[in-house]
């Protein structure tokens, strides 16, 4: 079973075990891009740190640099809830960069964990997340040639709408997803 969780320090050797599988691949949805060089400290102390910084983005009340949104960082973890397995932001909403490459949704499995359908299951819990927030549609993009990613999201009701600067821009209807209003 996929799960989203939120950055935790008791992953701390996991998730450094599917830092050392990704190599030299960017690692999609996992904030790395808040540390310098795009690091992050796996000592306890510095890990403790890191997951504290991952948690804060999403608080929609925390002062953030300009133009930066409220984000949930969520590590993707199977049937062993701590065993991390990928890395998952969702964007509560869009600004301008977002809206031409990042979408909504950014994430990435680990090498040695694909293919085995972990990326659409945390997807569409993640699209799960767009509705419960009132996100009626939610973007995600992939990279042009990223066809895997291109078949998860179509599998997840992704909607081409174009390519732009290299990514293919989709669009996801998360309505339907909302549980219906008891009326009361």
């Known amino acids: 079973m996929t799960r989203l969780v939120p950055p935790d320090a008791s992953l701390r050797e996991s998730v450094a075990e599917a830092i050392a599988d990704f190599g030299d691949e960017v690692v999609h949805g996992a904030g790395f891009w808040h540390f310098e060089n795009e690091v992050i400290d796996t000592s306890p102390k510095g890990f403790a740190d890191t997951v504290r910084v991952l948690r804060g983005y999403a608080d929609p009340a925390r002062p953030r640099d300009d133009g930066m949104v409220p984000c949930d960082y969520l590590w993707i973890t199977d049937d ?105």
């Open 80 to 184: 062993d809830p701590t065993r991390v397995i990928g890395f998952m932001s969702f964007r509560h909403e869009l600004n301008d960069f977002l809206l031409e490459q990042g979408g909504h949704i950014g994430y990435s499995i680990r090498p040695s964990r694909r293919r085995e359908g972990h990326a659409s299951r945390a997807l569409a819990l993640a699209l799960d997340r767009a509705a419960e927030l009132g996100i009626d549609r939610a973007l995600v993009t992939c990279d042009e040639d990223n066809e895997p990613s291109r078949r998860t999201i179509e599998r997840n009701g992704g909607v081409y709408e174009d390519t732009r600067k290299g990514k293919r821009r989709y669009w996801i209807d998360t309505a339907s997803r909302r549980a219906p209003h008891s009326g009361r």
